[in-house]
């Protein structure tokens, strides 16, 4: 398994302007699919005392845990970002694959798989690269529109982990973050120099989701909200189980109204969890803190639903976590039966089964912000995000409602029936989806049941059906394309004689059919497994396609199962490579120059375009035993794969590292 290692905000913010220049793209999200907004439409929403552009955002995940992730979160349309859960233990051993979005959605995850203080700084680095993606002019007409961003902390998972230094430090650093800010500034130079005294915000965010574990009692998180509250003096949200509807409620509808016969909750956890009645009596108690406080309080609904492992994707877990379509009426069932009973105006944000079909009702409810997750880990990613808010913009059109609130008092005749109270209209509204809701097929086994399609084919370290699924798919951007020069020779093989010499003969035949390749950059890749769920051959993208790595370290330690390492300067490109379970070494003198390549044993002197072999020669000091053969096919591919990776017309990782 890789381990995430998080780019510099100068490589960033330089890839993602050559990107912009040469492929009307950042971090390979088209800009046809960037939302600009209607600027008829007033889409803004309060959450906690301030405004944001949109009610949109990814909920703590994969979509908000890197730098570039937030920032395509952005660029999609997202206005309220929540961070991917921080807890004290950020040293865990994750099970890999951890991801399954076949059809419904499921995975293994917990939380960061980065430091708590690299957590800290990737986001604030995140909040600088908007604010240069918006003055360099790539993302200036994203600017012009109610630019209003906020940001959301999620942490866990109990009261003795948030409250050591590293949790309590984290927070505070987020809601003042001159120090970080500070010290990323130190990167901005040469041509981002002009950058550097921008005005970033110190205030990251003042506001916490808090994530329990399923079991967490009602007094612990009652004691982690205080503490939030009156310690730390930031607005806190209580995030929801679907277990508070209850174990006959969640069965009721998953099983029998959509038909998941197969999907068992764990009655045990609905036992262990928080009741019901413990939640409306704490929520209560926490709202007089807060008002104390002077913060807000709010209510999320909800986390992932327990279930028993029914499948082959997680051998080794006898549990998963489901997301996605049917968690969608269940959570908003019991979203719905909490505001009957703490009243319409307690402030409710959402995450469960989002996508831009039922956005739109979802923010008629009156919920703030609205989260997704397993939707953008479909095909087109990211590129999925704007299409909730031109959905929404087109409801808002069909209703003449100008802003958010006359659209809630317009739908589901609220306003017709004479209610003209914000909150008691969205009330009003979630009371009639819900009930469609529950009745809706599209939430059902019978519509969910397609797998993607596999066709048979093995994927290998060139060529595939350029399909570019693994792309998007991948939300820490982390699968890219590049372009080669598609070849067919014979590679050839130098082979130690008895005498010591070095033999040449014709080897196995070298073949690249297409121009068009996918590669994997190992430093953004956590082997979560979403790629090869929905690639059409088999083999996983970020296993079989060449996967890059951006430090000698990171390649020495993780390339256990084969990757490239490249490093590249104005004279000479040096590379390292490990290709089924072999070590090799190139070195390319750029111009005239010829490549020296080696497996530590012989070394060949190729011409730096065909790979062909001019000379060969034992390395100093190596033993060289009789029958020990190097073949050119290695280098023809490190040959090959350096040639498109370094092309600064198709800016990628690599060439944001200044390759």
Not at 317 to 333: A, K, T
Not at 498 to 508: F, N, Q
Request: hydrophobic content about 40%; some cysteine; charged content about 25%.
């Amino acid at each position: 398994m890789s381990e995430l290692v998080p780019m510099s905000l100068a490589a960033l913010a330089r890839r993602a302007i050559a990107e912009h220049r040469h492929q009307e793209a950042v971090f390979d999200l088209p800009e046809r699919k960037w939302y600009r907004g209607d600027g008829s439409l007033d889409l803004s929403v309060d959450f906690h005392g301030e405004r944001a552009s949109t009610p949109l955002g990814p909920a703590a995940g994969p979509q908000s845990q890197l730098a570039q992730n937030i920032a395509l979160s952005w660029l999609g349309g997202s206005r309220i970002i929540e961070l991917k859960t921080v807890q004290q233990n950020d040293t865990l051993e994750l099970p890999r694959p951890c991801i399954d979005a076949t059809n419904v959605g499921y995975n293994v995850e917990w939380s960061q798989e980065l430091r708590v203080p690299e957590s800290l700084r990737e986001y604030v680095k995140a909040q600088m690269l908007i604010r240069i993606l918006k003055e360099s002019g790539v993302a200036g007409d994203l600017a012009e529109t109610r630019p209003d961003l906020l940001f959301d902390l999620s942490v866990g998972y109990d009261l003795a982990g948030i409250r050591t230094p590293k949790v309590t430090d984290f927070i505070r650093g987020m809601v003042d973050a001159r120090e970080v800010i500070d010290s990323l500034r130190t990167e901005l130079s040469g041509d981002l120099a002009r950058y550097r005294d921008l005005d970033f915000a110190h205030r990251i965010s003042d506001c916490v989701t808090l994530s329990t574990f399923h079991g967490c009692p009602a007094d612990e998180i009652e004691s982690i909200c205080r503490y939030l509250l009156e310690d730390l003096g930031v607005h806190v949200v209580v995030k929801m189980n679907p277990t508070l509807l209850g174990y006959d409620e969640v069965c009721s509808i998953l099983n029998e109204k959509l038909g998941y016969a197969d999907i068992a909750p764990i009655q045990e956890e609905f036992e262990r969890d928080l009741q019901w009645d413990q939640a409306l009596a704490m929520m209560g108690r926490l709202g007089e803190i807060a008002e104390r406080c002077e913060r807000m309080l709010g209510a999320k609904f909800t986390n992932t639903l327990v279930v028993k492992n029914h499948r082959s994707f997680f051998p080794d877990e006898d549990r998963m976590y489901m997301s996605g379509q049917p968690l969608f009426p269940i959570s908003l069932s019991l979203a719905l039966n909490f505001r009957e009973a703490m009243g319409a105006s307690f402030p409710i944000s959402f995450s469960a089964g989002i996508d831009a079909r039922n956005f739109p009702d979802a923010v008629a409810c009156g919920m703030t912000p609205i989260t997704t997750c397993t939707d953008l880990l479909r095909p087109g990613g990211y590129g999925r995000l704007f299409k909730y808010l031109t959905a929404l913009e087109k409801r808002m059109h069909k209703l003449e409602a100008s802003d958010i609130r006359s659209y809630i008092l317009r739908c589901e005749g609220a306003e017709a029936a004479g209610i003209k109270d914000v909150h008691e209209a969205s009330l009003h509204n979630m009371r009639t989806i819900v009930g469609r809701v529950l009745n809706d097929p599209r939430y059902t086994l019978a519509k969910n049941a397609a797998v993607p399609r596999k066709i048979g084919s093995q994927l290998v370290l060139f060529d595939c059906i350029s399909c570019d699924k693994c792309v998007p798919v991948c939300p820490n951007d982390a699968n890219f394309v590049f372009d080669v020069q598609a070849s067919s020779s014979f590679s050839e093989r130098a082979t130690i004689n008895a005498d010591g010499s070095i033999e040449h003969h014709v080897g196995e035949p070298f073949v690249v059919e297409r121009q068009h390749q996918i590669g994997n950059y190992a430093d953004f890749c956590n082997d979560c497994g979403n790629c090869d769920i929905f690639c059409p051959e088999d083999g996983g993208p970020y296993i079989e396609k060449p996967r890059f790595f951006g430090s000698l370290q990171s390649f020495e330690a993780f390339a256990k199962h084969g990757g490239f390492f490249i490093e590249a300067s104005t004279d000479l490109i040096k590379a390292r490579a490990r290709i089924e379970g072999r070590d090799y070494a190139i070195e390319i003198e750029r111009g005239s120059g010829g490549a020296r390549f080696s497996d530590d044993v012989i070394e060949l002197i190729l011409a730096p375009k065909t790979g062909v072999i001019e000379a060969s020669r034992l390395v100093a000091g190596a033993e060289a035993p009789a029958g020990h053969s190097l073949s050119t096919h290695p280098a023809k591919s490190m040959l090959t794969i350096i040639s498109g990776v370094l092309d600064e017309t198709r800016p990628n990782p690599l060439t944001a590292l200044g390759n």
